[in-house]
């Protein structure tokens, strides 16, 4: 039994009257599939001092000249542009970076301008892509094992879309990252787009692959469909 987990409390923006908020706590070890496990979890009469050591850390820099949220964690670091709502780097420990994003005149197109996450398009650029000025970014409660933001583009209808919100939530935990859309004005697809360390051909794209939540898996050289 181990007796604390890594943990945090989210207060709700009405937190003074409410009491309430979300409790995010991390698995020390990994959970097979459909197996289960127990917590306990306590309250005392007053607030403690939370003892969880800070497993992801958030500071205020640039990328490629954007202001940018950096986040930093034993296993990663992810760069996100502010005002294009959009990651633009993510080095691992060896300091190879997975997005390697770059603006037109340093590094056009494929070589680096097209590259980002989640660079949400349909056909052409829509919002959160790298060197774009669309988003609002709006800080989230955050600790010591996950910081969070919000990223909102209000879209005027240009260039073939619907005019109306988007909204997209973005929480860095200390092995990954995830990214959901709240709101959205119209339909569209997300890309990765990178120069990545490694696949610099299709000989590596046959034996390099793409992991999905169900636990199917898709070698780079195929595509795939998600309903």
Known sequence: VKMSVPYQFDPDPDYSTSKSGEIVFLL???????????YTLTF??????????????????????????????????????????????????????????????????SAGEYRGVPNF?????CCYHPQMTSNVYTPLPSGPVRQSWRGIVINNGGEGYKQGNWSARFDVYPERA?????????????????????????????????????GSQTTMDKGFAVA
């Open 28 to 38: 020390d070890t990994p959970l097979k599939a459909g197996a289960s496990r127990e």
């Open 178 to 214: 995830t990214i959901t859309m709240e709101e959205n004005a119209d339909t569209y697809w997300m890309m990765y787009e990178s120069g990545g360390p490694v696949g610099k051909s299709m000989a590596d794209a046959k034996t390099q692959y793409i992991a999905r939540p169900d």
């Open 121 to 125: 398009e349909r056909g052409h650029k």
């Open 44 to 109: 005392g009469p007053s607030p403690t001092s939370n003892p969880t050591k800070a497993l992801v850390i958030a500071s205020d820099g640039t990328d490629e000249g954007q202001d940018a949220r950096i986040v930093k964690s034993a296993a990663q670091t992810f760069k996100y542009e502010k005002t294009a709502g959009a990651f633009s780097s993510l080095q691992d420990p060896s300091g190879a970076d997975w997005i390697d994003n770059h603006p037109h005149a340093v590094a056009p197109g």
